[in-house]
């Protein structure tokens, strides 16, 4: 699909816009979009509507062709529903519809005139970025393992969104987040797709030297001599029963100056998690390749922020392993030390992925972080509490943190991809008393999500640390199984809105010096 903008203005009006399908939107009780209206010299639109031929709600369409007074081939009516300003999830419904219309139809290309900049609570950048990321995740097929391709639904190759003149730069920009986000979410949602015998620790190392060459980036793949070498004991204890050997992946986007502190991001790259000796039950366990989706989603973000070239500093770092049982895995009992010196004991193997993160978050302090955020299909208990809708996000309770927490929380919100935030506290913490380690990996039934954070804070005491539980957001279960691309939008939009900030300081600066 490509994309673009189209303006429009008193000299060059819609009607004049040459396309094979221009799609317009009309509300309930026969009322007609200002861009309907203008394009209704003739009455015909009005008419359409008084006919009953399309109702106006939300999804409703009607396909009109050569219209009086229209360049356009045909013009597709696309309901908004009733309210006036339309809401947010009646412009979906109304991009969703027209999509499935254009399906049929034989035009080469389409022009989306709905009223973007007038959606409830929202700007037209959102409404742009938002119906790119839409369109783009009606056409998404995962399907390259199939020997007979079921037939894609045929559309328009072209896409444009047409907006009043003067908001082209604003919009342009909007259209360019929204194909880099839509472009991060496709690589997170393939590596999540593609099944465990080829999505290994290897192929999401190969995958991040290809995007380092793709996009100019620096990435370095430790194995698992380099990761004894940096004395990761909880990690390689994850490793013990796989054939598949570890990698540890370092992948560097550095878009501003050396010395300013980059956010890191770590991702759990279990590509295939059985739960080890503690083994998990046999129904649905397909879905434990899912568990590197923290990993991809990291992977994606930087392929994002790469094509915007956002001018901030951003590493990804991915410790990657099967968890399998054999006859060399770690058992239930066993004690391993953890890079950062503390001891840990190993009750459920199948609490395997703070046991990789702890030591990818103690090897992140070497990169001096303004933050350190990662992202983990950690735990069941997550998606006990929130559902599939909210991730879940944790973060010490201080001044610091609490920013860190609302700048996510906001830039989830903006991209329409939310998180929740929940509590890590110090009650919570002796759940993970050992009597004979430093720490046990579990905390017991109660909170598992609390105390799974709680053992990750405790390797993440020397910068600013968020932790994301993607475990009930990362894909769908069922007949649309799928990854989901999820939490790319919300990581995108945070790092968009930092190098916001920096700009804005940056200037602020300057003027004061001027
Ligand atoms: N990868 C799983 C978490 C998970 C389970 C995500 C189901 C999504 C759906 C994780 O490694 C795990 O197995 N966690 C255990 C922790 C428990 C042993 C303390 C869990 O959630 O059951
Ligand atoms: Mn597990
Ligand atoms: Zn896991």
Known sequence: MDFSIKTFD???????????????????????SPAAKGLDGKGEIAAALKSGDISGKAGSTLLMRKVNGLAA??????????????????LASAMQAAAKALTSLGAADAVF??????????????????????????????????????????GPRKIAFAVPAANASAAKTALAQGVAIANGMELTKDLGNTPPNICTPTYLADTAKKLAKEFDMAVEVLDRKQIQALKMGSFLSVTHGTLEPPKF?????????????????????????????????????????YDMCGAASVLGTLRAIAELKLKLNVIGVIPSTENMPSGSATRPGDIVTSMSGQTI????????????????????????????????TLTGACVTALGHHNSGL??????????????????????????????????YQEQLKSNFADMANIGGPPGGSITAACF???????????????????????????????????????????????ERTQSGNGKKTA
């Open 10 to 32: 008193a000299k060059n009006p819609l009607a004049a816009l040459k396309t094979g399908c221009l799609v317009v939107g009309v509300f309930e009780e026969g009322k007609l």
């Open 249 to 289: 992946i370092v992948l560097k986007y550095l878009g501003s100056k050396a010395k300013d502190a980059p956010v890191v991001l770590v991702g759990k790259g279990i590509t295939f998690d059985s739960g080890g000796i503690s083994i998990k039950p046999s129904g649905n366990m397909d879905e434990m390749k």
């Open 394 to 427: 944790f973060t010490r309770h201080d001044e610091d943190h609490d920013k860190l927490a609302q700048e996510l929380l906001v830039a989830g919100k903006a991209a329409g991809d939310t998180a929740w935030r929940m509590p890590i506290e110090e009650n």
């Open 73 to 90: 081939e045909r013009l597709l009516l696309v309901g908004l529903g009733k309210e006036q300003p339309p809401t947010e999830k009646n």
């Open 113 to 154: 005139a709905l009223p973007f900049e007038e959606i409830k609570d929202r700007d037209a950048s959102w409404a742009i970025r938002s119906s790119t990321l839409g369109l783009r995740e009606g056409a998404y097929r995962f399907e390259s393992l199939k020997s007979k391709k079921e037939p894609a639904p045929q």
């Open 345 to 376: 004991e190993i009750l459920n193997t199948d609490a395997e992925g703070r046991l990789i993160l702890c030591d990818a978050l103690t090897y992140s302090e070497r990169f001096k972080p303004a933050v350190v955020v990662d992202i983990a």
């Open 456 to 502: 990750l804070e405790r390797f993440t005491r020397n910068y600013t640390w968020a932790h994301i539980d993607i475990a009930g957001t990362a894909w769908k279960s069922g007949s649309t199984k799928g990854a989901t691309g999820r939490p790319v939008p919300l990581l995108t939009t945070f790092l968009i809105h930092r190098e916001q900030a920096r």
